[in-house]
């Protein structure tokens, strides 16, 4: 995963998880989310796969801001926690909009302190709605690392 490139990732999640059937938002309002596409019981996460373009459009405060094309499942993929990361830092790393350097980095923050309570805290006490997406990935400690040393190289944390 670590060689492929950010939209490589985005094709190979697809091919793994599959297509992820509706939008992220209800609708254009971007005041509820859509709960049809939830994955969570799996332990995936959804990554808008635009976030190399724009930052937050998890968020009704910045989504709004932007088409709502971001939000149709075609430009959604479902991740793993770990995966979520990587392809944050792979935002980060291989921008696609030079003109926005910052976009990733948030995101990358956000996963990486909830990644840290997985793998330095006791997961199975982590909160009840993320222990399953916890579990999915505690046995990929050697993947964290990896990921860890790319975030660390990319200065992410500053």
């Not at 859509?34 to 332990?43: D, V």
Request: with cysteine.
């Amino acid at each position: 995963m670590m060689l492929l490139t950010y939209d490589q990732s985005v094709t190979f999640f697809k091919t793994k998880y599959g297509l992820v059937s509706g939008s992220y938002f209800m609708d254009a309002s971007f005041t509820q989310t859509n709960p049809n596409i939830k994955k969570t019981a799996e332990g995936l996460e959804i990554h808008h796969i635009k976030e190399y373009q724009a930052r937050g459009l998890s968020n009704p405060k910045y989504a709004k801001h932007h088409p709502f094309e971001y939000q149709k499942g075609i430009n959604l993929v479902y991740c793993n926690l770990l995966e979520h990361f990587l392809l944050n830092l792979k935002i980060c790393d291989y921008s696609k909009n030079p003109l926005h350097p910052e976009v990733g980095k948030k995101g990358a923050k956000i996963i990486f302190h909830r990644l840290a309570k997985i793998f330095f805290d006791n997961p199975f006490e982590y909160q009840k709605n993320k222990c399953i997406s916890a579990q999915k990935i505690y046995y990929q400690k050697s993947d964290f690392w990896k990921c860890f040393y790319l975030y660390q190289s990319l200065k992410v944390y500053l």
